[in-house]
C-alpha cells in the first residue's frame, strides 16, 4: 500500500463529505453521542462501522483479536465504563466473526509467546464447552462453533461488570451477540438466551 495513496484518498473523502453536507465536520467535531458500543475483532477484513452502515459518531468501537472481554484488561474495562457511564450507551453488541485467526489459533496447541496468556482466555471458552465441540467431526464447523461460543461468553463477561449490571437493572442497556460471515456479508445475531444463561451463575457475579 502506498501511504501517500491514503492522504489522497483522506483529500477525496473530506470533499465528498463537504459536497453531500457542508456541515459535517463543524457537527462531527462538536460531540459524540452513539448509542451502540461495538466491542469486534481487529481483523483488518471486519470494518465495524461499514458493516453496520453507520456513519462517523453513531458507534463507540472497541476491537482486539478475536472481540475478548477479558476482566484482566483495563483498556476493555475502561471501554465499557465510558460507554455505559458517560455516553450512556442503550446496547452494547459483541461481534465475533467466521475464519478468526484469533480463534484457529487458540485451537492449536503451538507456543505462540506473547499471544499465550490473551488466547487462554479462548482455550477457557474451549473447555467450558468441550463437550458441545467434541461431538463436531469437521474442523470447519467446530471453528465455527467455538467463534460462536466465544462471543456468547464474552457477552456474558459483559453482563459479569458492575457497570453493565447496574445499566441492565435499570434497563438503559442491552446486550447483543452477533458473528459476522466474510463470505456473504452477513451480520448474524446468535439470539442469544442470557436469561437462560445467566440465571445459574448471578448468583456469583452479582454485584449489587
Known sequence: MDIQQIFRNNKKWIAEKLRLNKEFFKQLS????PDVLYIGCCDSRVPAEEIMGVHPGQIFVHRNIANMVPNTDLSTMSVI????LHLQVKHIVVCGHYDCGGIKAAM??????????WLRNIRDVYR????????????KEKYDR???????EQCVNVIKTAEAQ???????VTVHG?????KTGQLVDLNIDFDNILKDIMD?????
Do not use: M, T
Not at 30 to 33: H, I, V
Not at 128 to 139: G, P, Q, R, T
Not at 166 to 172: R, Y
Not at 178 to 182: E, G, P, Q, Y
Open 30 to 33: 462538536e460531540d459524540q453521542n
Open 81 to 84: 465504563n465510558y460507554a455505559i
Open 108 to 117: 492449536q496447541p503451538a507456543d505462540l509467546g506473547i499471544l499465550n496468556p
Open 128 to 139: 467450558l464447552h468441550k463437550e458441545e465441540l467434541s461431538l463436531l467431526e469437521d474442523d
Open 146 to 152: 467455538l467463534v460462536e461460543l466465544n462471543v456468547q
Open 166 to 172: 447496574n445499566a441492565i437493572q435499570a434497563k438503559q
Open 178 to 182: 452477533w458473528v459476522f460471515n466474510l
Open 204 to 208: 456469583i457475579y452479582r454485584l449489587s
